[in-house]
């Protein structure tokens, strides 16, 4: 049942908005990261500073796209994004220092400080990647917010932030700064194109078009998506697969699997799964397993992964998976196979699709449709 709980680094997903920064050794020898602003203690670090100065920790992290199940929308009505199946998300274990650590090390500035940015090392046409998180909650350690620079054991790949990057549990990707040069501490948000320009969640009344070139709506921090919101899918069966089901099966007490994924965000927990095969007239509850609990009874330190951190930790920060056994011959009646996740905090998936200009977000109930060969 955990089979596929961790995604091996060539299979994660990668979301660049340019060409991945080359970085080659000597690049790398004078590779730093500025932490300056409101701070007392404007330093800038290597790597060997992190590694050295602060404890090592890995935490198994599912890291999410904001367009996660975009094509959905895309079907209806396109939006601003591209294609995104059910796939924009993976799971890694995810080894660096917390940021909470760092900025107790440079000690910003209290009242002043109310913003810590972070800046990439990718080149865009408008100017470097960049956004930034609430100071209250990157100093808390308990949102996990890490800077790391290896992925499952080994250094990051480069679509994924070689040499470091930020790792947000909780939140979308796109908050996770890849290739990171700099943070500072700062009394506003990120002024960066596209913390501005880039995963916002409009109201709905916007088309794409209305909402293309109106500024105003982009920088309206309302709009702004930081933490994950609860959603699941069904991998099996897929959608559209046809499934063999026997006109007068021999063993009318044969079983199918359903099987999928669920998460929430902000650290919350999905508390179950539901799933309908009568199109919401009646649902079943699944059996839900969450295999970042077996890393949570692991007292693990080593050289590669310092310390497992997750021992007095109560939020959650990775996907967990579902099943529900149904016999056959209810399959052979159905048409439509419907998930829906609840969170610890009752969240729970739509019925229906809030269409938005970046189709970002998409969480309603996951449907598959599936066909039926009839066999003897
Ligand atoms: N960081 C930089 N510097 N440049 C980027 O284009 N893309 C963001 C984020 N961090 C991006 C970035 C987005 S939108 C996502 S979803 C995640 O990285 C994807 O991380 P991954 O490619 O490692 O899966």
């Known amino acids: 049942m955990s089979a596929g709980f961790v995604t091996p680094a060539h299979l994660h997903f990668v979301r660049n908005h340019g060409a991945v920064p080359r970085v080659d050794e000597g690049t790398l020898r004078t590779w730093t990261i500025r932490v300056h602003g409101l701070v007392q203690r404007g330093t800038t670090f290597t790597l060997h500073d992190l590694k050295s100065m602060f404890q090592t920790v890995t935490l198994p992290v599912t890291l999410v796209c904001a367009g996660n199940r975009r094509k959905e929308q895309n079907v209806v009505r396109k939006s601003l994004g591209f294609n995104w199946g059910a796939a924009g998300v993976s799971t890694a274990l995810w080894t660096g220092v917390y940021l909470a650590d760092v900025l107790d090390y440079v000690r910003p500035l209290k009242g002043q400080a109310k913003h810590v940015i972070f800046e990439g090392g990718d080149s865009l046409p408008n100017g470097p990647y960049g ?57 506003q948000e990120s002024q960066h194109h596209l913390h501005f320009w880039d995963n916002k969640f409009l109201p709905r009344h916007l088309s794409p078009d209305a909402a293309r070139d109106e500024p105003s709506w982009w920088q309206d921090p309302k709009y702004l998506i930081t933490e994950l919101n609860v959603n699941s899918a069904i991998s099996h069966p897929a959608h559209l697969e046809t499934l063999e089901i026997s006109r007068e099966p021999k063993d009318p007490s044969r079983m199918y699997t359903l099987r999928g994924y669920a998460y929430s965000g902000g650290g919350r927990r999905v508390s179950r799964v539901e799933v309908s095969l009568d199109e919401g007239a009646t649902w079943q509850l699944s059996t839900v397993n969450y295999p970042e609990d077996q890393y949570r009874d692991m007292a693990y330190a080593d050289e590669v992964y310092g310390t497992l951190d997750l021992t007095e930790r109560d939020t959650s920060f ?14 052979a009646k159905a048409n439509v196979i419907e998930a829906c996740a609840v969170d610890e905090s009752m969240n729970m998936q739509p019925r229906d699709m809030y269409l938005n200009a970046t189709s970002m977000m998409n969480n309603c109930l996951f449907r598959v449709a599936i066909l039926k060969k009839e066999t003897e």
């Open 131 to 187: 956004t930034s998180q609430r100071l209250s909650w990157a100093a808390n350690k308990e949102k996990g917010m890490l800077l790391a620079w290896a992925m499952n054991g080994l250094p990051l790949e480069p679509d994924h932030g070689f040499p470091i990057r930020v790792i947000i549990p909780g939140q979308i990707g796109g908050r996770s700064v890849k290739w990171l040069k700099s943070i500072e501490i700062s009394a």
């Open 318 to 331: 990775c996907w967990c998976f579902w099943s529900l056994d149904v016999p056959v011959s209810a399959l």
